[in-house]
T-cell receptor
Framework: GENVEQHPSTLSVQEGDSAVIKCTYS??????FPWYKQELGKGPQLIID?????GEKKDQRIAVTLNKTAKHFSLHITETQPEDSAVYFC????????????FGSGTRLSIRP | DAGVTQSPTHLIKTRGQQVTLRCSPK?????VSWYQQALGQGPQFIFQ???????QRGNFPDRFSGHQYPNYSSELNVNALLLGDSALYLC????????????FGAGSRLTVL
């Protein structure tokens, strides 16, 4: 079955610097890759997603890149702010299992003032 | 517009007991999925309900069962609780079983003693 690996598990960056989180997936039939942000006491919230026919997508300070050949995808956050502190999850979805999201193990991002 | 609501927010049970968790989907959504999130890990897919039937199931034993009502609300039942069932149980709703974009609730934190 599908497996998603996520690195690093923890990340601390200075406010204003960039943060990068990387994931790899195992099933080449996965075609949708969402990223979720989970704040303390809340459920995961979708922040950006990318489909397999696109190599890069950007939304203000957040961008995601996808390398289908290498089965890698990454989240980039620029100009980090204190409110970016949270746990981030990458995920992959097989084209035939729309709601069966396979999550990575998560990255705890801390923004230092 | 109310999002996904879950109840109870916290509960404590002892081994061997049974538990029922409840979920009301986001207004306009008709599909409910349940996830188990152990401490420090990503959510794992339990099952999905659509049109009052279980449509997809993850790798969870039969002790985990569910139900969906005509108003689209859903319940997750776990029988013969084990210590390892302690986790945050997340409900997510979507428009249709084939939808990739899910809206998550804040979860029900279950502790089994």
């Amino acid at each position: 079955g599908e497996n998603v690996e996520q690195h690093p598990s923890t990340l601390s960056v200075q406010e204003g610097d960039s943060a990068v989180i990387k994931c790899t997936y195992s099933d080449s039939a996965s075609n949708y890759f969402p990223w979720y942000k989970q704040e303390l006491g809340k459920g995961p919230q979708l922040i950006i997603d990318i489909r397999s026919n696109v190599g890069e997508k950007k939304d203000q300070r957040i961008a995601v890149t996808l390398n289908k050949t290498a089965k890698h995808f990454s989240l980039h956050i620029t100009e980090t702010q204190p409110e970016d502190s949270a746990v981030y999850f990458c995920a992959a979805i097989h084209y035939s299992s729309a709601s069966k999201i396979i999550f990575g193990s998560g990255t705890r991002l801390s923004i230092r003032p | 517009d109310a999002g996904v609501t879950q109840s109870p927010t916290h509960l404590i049970k002892t081994r061997g007991q049974q538990v029922t968790l409840r979920c009301s989907p986001k207004s306009g959504h008709d599909t409910v999925s349940w996830y188990q999130q152990a401490l420090g890990q990503g959510p794992q897919f339990i099952f999905q309900y659509y049109e009052e039937e279980e449509r997809q199931r993850g790798n969870f034993p039969d002790r985990f069962s569910g139900h969906q009502y005509p108003n689209y609300s859903s319940e997750l039942n776990v029988n013969a609780l084990l210590l390892g069932d302690s986790a945050l149980y997340l409900c997510a709703s979507s428009l249709g079983p084939g939808a990739n974009v899910l809206t998550f609730g804040a979860g029900s934190r279950l502790t089994v003693l």
